[in-house]
């Protein structure tokens, strides 16, 4: 079926390094979505992208989509002991959302 | 503001005993509904979703059963647990545009099944 996925599916960084996880379809998104689940807690919506090439910042947080609209990307620039979680892409191929697997950030201090 | 309601948090039940799970929204009419089930360290698994009253999709064949008996009430149940039904569940809702909307979860159940 339709999937969304998403490397890598762990990542270990140096407090103050930066990080970048991948979200690919092999089909055409309407829109792709970024969440971040803290542990023990629940997928929080982080953003939106719609247009093809679309880029969008927060903070420290860079999201981009792709011309195409299949693939999507979520840059950390220095990352914090607080940026430490689950980043998951969610694009809708169809009619529904579909998450990609996750990829779990891990900060040393 | 729309809040999302889920209980209870935590959940310790036997095997082949019933399930009760539910979820209530606030602050919006007509949302699109959906159940999750998310094992330890593990993506998110579709469960159940609702564009209405007593309108369910089942994404995959599992022990679980999902009801909206309400507009903004989802309840998730099963007849008798198995093993394998442990997980973190979640519920979350999205507004009536479209499957393709942002979707804001609840903070979840975490059911341990002995």
């Known amino acids: 079926g339709q999937q969304v996925m998403q490397i890598p599916q762990y990542q270990h960084v140096q407090e103050g390094e930066d990080f970048t996880t991948y979200c690919n379809s092999s089909t055409t998104l309407s829109n792709i979505q970024w969440y971040k689940q803290r542990p023990g807690g629940h997928p929080v919506f982080l953003i939106q992208l719609v247009k093809s090439g679309e880029v969008k910042k927060q903070k420290r947080l860079t999201f981009q989509f792709g011309e195409a609209k299949k693939n999507s990307s979520l840059h950390i620039t220095a990352t914090q002991t607080t940026d430490v979680g689950t980043y998951f892409c969610?694009?809708?191929?169809?009619?529904?959302?579909?998450f990609g697997g996750g990829t779990r950030l891990m900060v040393k201090p | 503001s729309q809040t999302i309601h889920q209980w209870p948090a935590t959940l310790v039940q036997p095997v082949g005993s019933p399930l009760s799970l539910e979820c209530t929204v606030e602050g919006t009419s007509n949302p699109n509904l959906y159940w999750y089930r998310q094992a330890a360290g593990r993506g998110l698994q579709l469960l159940f979703y609702s564009v209405g009253i007593g309108q369910i999709s089942s994404e995959v064949p599992q022990n679980l059963s999902a009801s909206r008996p309400q507009d903004r009430q989802f309840i998730l149940s099963s007849k008798k647990l198995l093993l394998s039904d442990s997980g973190f569940y979640l519920c979350?809702?999205?507004?009536?545009?479209?499957?393709?909307?942002?979707?804001?979860f609840g903070d979840g159940t975490r059911l341990s099944i002995l």
């Open positions: 979350a809702w999205s507004g009536v545009q479209g499957g393709s909307q942002p979707q804001h």
């Open positions: 969610a694009g809708a191929p169809g009619n529904m959302l579909t």
